[in-house]
């Protein structure tokens, strides 16, 4: 390991921001923020808002300036990565930005129910030959379920058409509540498919998709790749299955993930 990352470790294990737990720590028991995130690391009874992946914590940190009267917490693994917005939320004194480094599998453990309002996903890993790790599967769905409010929003935002298709194939089979989608952020328009009035909660969660874009974000758009966008609802009841259709896979190598298969589709 690098003297920088190195560096960079230490600093996170001084940063007041964070808050790490590996899995060796999190088997010797409960976690002692779940359920007091607000009371006892935010000071406050705000809405908590999760960014699962977060890397670099660009959304985590940039949504903790747009909107003071929420909480927002950066939730990743790679802690060489995640240092770049704990440092900036650090030095820029921010009170309302967090970052809990560990696993995503176990998400579910560090919050309590309705502890979480809202979750974002990021340009996620695909997953596109195993349907359990993608962040918006059915698996994860049912963890989050365990800790995100009755109707909390979930926002996807990528650059892998065959994610965004994935999720709107879920949505369907589950007749899962949609707010808006689009499979161009950025056009006129959007291609917006809207179930609520104008002026309301779709017009704030597209402004939000907009207002930051990601070190990645930037380069897809530069190498001409749309960024689609999707916000839905999560109701507490009801099962969960997976889409029985075949999807194409992603036809571009991505800049840090490839397409890892010589099949033309998966479900």
Known sequence: M??????KFAEMAQNPLVVECPFAVMQQGDFPLRGRWGTDFFHNDNPIVLELGCGRG?????????FPDKNYIGVDIKGARMWTGAHDALNSGMTNVGFLRTHIEFIQK?????EVSEIWLTFSDPQMKKATKRLSSTWFLQRYRQFLKDGGLIHLKTDSN?????????LRANALPVLCQTRDLYADGGGVVANTPANSLEEGALG??????????????QRGIPIKYLCFRLPQQG?????????PLDEYRSYSRTKRSSLETAR
């Open 2 to 7: 690098g003297k920088g990352k190195l560096a």
């Open 58 to 66: 660009e959304y985590t940190v940039g949504l903790g300036r747009i």
């Open 110 to 114: 560090f919050f309590s129910p309705g």
């Open 162 to 170: 065959f994610l965004f298709t994935y999720t709107e194939e879920l």
């Open 208 to 221: 939000s998709a907009r207002a930051i874009q990601t070190y990645y974000e930037q380069m897809w758009r």
């Open 239 to 247: 099962n969960l299955i997976e889409p029985d259709v075949d999807i």
